[in-house]
Nanobody, 125 residues
């Protein structure tokens, strides 16, 4: 069982930056792949970024490449999402998620087993 808690969301102007954190409980955090998703009002939850167990491989949605960076600190049981050059269309609730299974692409919500409550990110124009 893993419990996830996101933090770091808020209101920022377009072009600004935010860093989201996701703190995980449990002693097996390093064995989980982690992902970030987001959901805007009236839209489906969409993949943002993911990182494998060791942190050696990261994956990004095309619309955040070059702007967002995901990382993990296994001793601290925490993953991060550094978001730069934010745009109004990045406004959404951002969720972190943990995946136990291996051999998956980590781009679909159904591939994840645990979810946080989400943190709101609002980018003003």
């Amino acid at each position: 069982q893993v419990q996830l808690a996101e933090s770091g969301g808020g209101l920022v102007q377009a072009g600004g930056s935010l860093r989201l954190s996701c703190a995980a409980s449990g002693r097996t955090f390093s064995s989980y792949a982690m992902g970030w998703f987001r959901q805007a009002p009236g839209k489906e939850r969409e993949f943002v970024a993911a990182i494998r167990y060791s942190g050696g491989n990261t994956y990004y949605a095309d619309f955040v490449k070059g702007r967002f960076t995901m990382s993990r600190d296994n001793p601290k049981n925490t993953v991060y999402l550094q978001m730069n050059s934010l745009k109004p269309e990045d406004t959404a609730v951002y969720y972190c998620a943990a995946a136990r299974r291996t051999g998956v692409a980590l781009r679909l919500p159904r591939e994840y087993d645990y979810w946080g409550q989400g943190t709101q990110v609002t980018v003003s124009s």
